[in-house]
Nanobody, 124 residues
Framework: QVQVVESGGGSVQAGGSLRLACESPGYTFSSNCVGWFRQRPGKEREGVASIYTHGDDTAYADSAKGRFTISRVKNTVYLQMNSLQPEDTAMYYC???????????????????WGRGTQVTVSS
């Protein structure tokens, strides 16, 4: 059964970069959808990006296009975040599906397992 753990959060100044990592202990991604979400203070959780691990097709929310990149290296899914701004401050979560045919964009209800999150804080 898939489970995920995030790492890589931290504090950066505006304009800086961070790379988040999502791993699945004891489980090898094959045909899974893995996504990144975030919840900003006082806001609803929102999808950021997703990747289908069989073929590496990706999808992005409009807010992430051009600055964030999701990728997979072996059994780790990364979210590279560049040009960070204070409004990117949030708890970032990784999520994964069990075996599936494709990702449904960044829709939250497709995911079966969620991590506990990693905090990203961007100061001005």
């Amino acid at each position: 059964q898939v489970q995920v753990v995030e790492s890589g959060g931290g504090s950066v100044q505006a304009g800086g970069s961070l790379r988040l990592a999502c791993e699945s202990p004891g489980y090898t991604f094959s045909s899974n959808c893995v996504g990144w979400f975030r919840q900003r203070p006082g806001k609803e959780r929102e999808g950021v990006a997703s990747i289908y691990t069989h073929g590496d097709d990706t999808a992005y929310a409009d807010s992430a296009k051009g600055r964030f990149t999701i990728s997979r290296v072996k059994n780790t899914v990364y979210l590279q975040m560049n040009s960070l701004q204070p409004e990117d401050t949030a708890m970032y979560y990784c999520a994964a599906t069990e075996i599936t045919y494709r990702c449904e964009g960044v829709a939250a209800d497709q995911f079966d397992a969620w991590g506990r999150g990693t905090q990203v804080t961007v100061s001005s």
